[in-house]
């Protein structure tokens, strides 16, 4: 679906904000009509331009560390990715800063007969294979995309504008409780603990998630208007077994007592309950069409 087209379903202003964001605009999609033309005229592969060297060093690298399910990426190509990634500017994907709908004073909200409904967040995807995926993600002020797994997967994430309050879990192993002090949907809670519960603000490092470790389970909220560059892989297959599950986390004192894990104050400040749901209303997004500089699959890493 394109942008026009998400705004026409919609007709609601959040949808014509991200169309407005338009990837640079028409210089975008003149280098892009170019690059068509090129390839009709050339039996040779275009070679990228230097707003997109960038990306073209993200995704010759990703082909060369993801080696596809049941893989996790060595020490040195985490290092690889991070500092490509570190270096990366809105720009190397067609965004920038002054684009309006990165505006901090830029009010997303929705109101539909006087109350606010949850801000919507989009993506676009600029790559998809089966060994890994490149998304872009469009939250505006207030929107979330709520507590999610990542099932034997690798993720880094790369704040490119804006402000994200990112927290993060990790389940503990052999620790399952049930109880029956709330109405669960589920009747049973998970210890998890706490990797991360801060603000982030862009430029700042990129973030890596493993299968089990690093904040596996955690949850995006815009303080302000952002995008987050997303590299998984492998992505999300349910025929493979790496299905997306949601959750809701519970302070860690609310069931302790009862499971007889009570641990003290301060270090239980590290800890929290989670308790997987169905899928939150407010993590229905909008896919937009990619429009920024493209990658060139045969292409050459400028590493």
């Not at 006087?114 to 993506?123: C, E, L, M």
Request: net charge negative.
């Amino acid at each position: 679906m394109t942008i026009e087209a998400v705004a026409e379903a919609r007709s609601d202003p959040m949808a014509r904000q991200v169309k407005r964001a338009g990837y640079a605009g028409r210089s975008v999609v003149e280098r892009k009509r170019g690059y068509k033309k090129k390839v009709k005229r050339s039996s040779s592969p275009p070679q990228p331009s230097s707003a997109s060297m960038a990306l073209q060093n993200l995704f010759q690298s990703c082909k060369d560390v993801f080696k596809g399910p049941g893989t996790i990426p060595l020490p040195p190509d985490v290092d690889r990715l991070c500092h490509i990634l570190d270096n990366m500017q809105p720009e190397d994907v067609g965004l920038s800063s002054k684009l309006q709908y990165f505006n901090p004073n830029n009010n997303n909200a929705l109101v539909v007969q006087g109350t606010v409904n949850h801000p919507r967040v989009s993506y676009t995807t600029i790559y998809q294979s089966t060994n890994f995926s490149l998304y872009i993600f469009f939250l505006p002020a207030g929107g979330v995309i709520p507590l999610h797994n990542h099932p034997g997967m690798t993720v880094f994430s790369k704040l490119l504008l804006g402000e994200v309050h990112i927290k993060s879990y990790d389940l503990v192993d052999c620790q399952q409780a049930s109880s029956s002090k709330r109405d669960f949907s589920v009747q049973a809670v998970r210890l998890a603990r706490l990797v991360a519960d801060k603000v982030y603000e862009a430029p700042c490092d990129t973030s890596v998630l493993y299968p089990t470790t690093g904040g596996n389970i955690h949850q995006f909220k815009a303080v302000t208007p952002c995008a987050i560059l997303d590299v998984l892989g492998p992505p999300y297959s349910r025929e493979d077994g790496r299905d997306c599950s949601y959750y809701r986390d519970f302070p860690y004192q609310d069931f302790s007592r009862e499971e007889g894990t009570l641990m003290a104050e301060e270090e239980g400040r590290e800890y929290g309950w989670l308790e997987e749901v169905e899928m939150p209303e407010e993590s229905q997004m909008d896919g937009i069409e990619y429009l920024g500089p493209q990658v060139v699959e045969n292409g050459t890493c400028f590493c």
